[in-house]
């Protein structure tokens, strides 16, 4: 079983930063991809940014790109989203997840329950 956990929601005025982690109870966590998605109240959930099991591969929505950083600690199995110039229409909660077998990365088997991130104006 793989469980995550994240953290470092908050509130943050639009134009400031927040850091969210994600920690991840497994044993082999260079074996899985990590995606981190986000879903706004009314919409559906979105993808984010993605990292491959190595850190080599990162991919990133049109959306944030050029804001929001991915990256991963395998010796501590935890996966971070670095997010600069945060806007109002980022706010949503923010779910990580993981994979080992699906090879993309927008399919994953195991997700965490989300953190709140609100941008105010």
């Known amino acids: 079983q793989v469980q995550l956990v994240e953290s470092g929601g908050g509130l943050v005025q639009a134009g400031g930063s927040l850091t969210l982690s994600c920690a991840v109870a497994?044993?082999?966590?260079?074996?899985?991809?990590m995606g981190w998605f986000r879903q706004a109240p009314g919409k559906e959930r979105e993808f984010v940014a993605a990292?491959?099991?190595?850190?080599?591969?990162?991919v990133y929505a049109d959306s944030v790109k050029g804001r929001f950083t991915i990256s991963r600690d395998n010796a501590k199995n935890t996966v971070y989203l670095q997010m600069n110039n945060l806007k109002p229409e980022d706010t949503a909660v923010y779910y990580c997840?993981?994979?080992?077998?699906?090879?993309?990365?927008?399919?994953?088997?195991?997700w965490g329950q989300g953190t709140q991130v609100t941008v105010s104006s």
């Open positions: 997840a993981a994979d080992s077998i699906s090879g993309t990365y927008y399919e994953y088997a195991y």
């Open positions: 497994v044993r082999s966590f260079s074996s899985y991809d």
């Open positions: 990292i491959s099991r190595s850190g080599g591969s990162r």
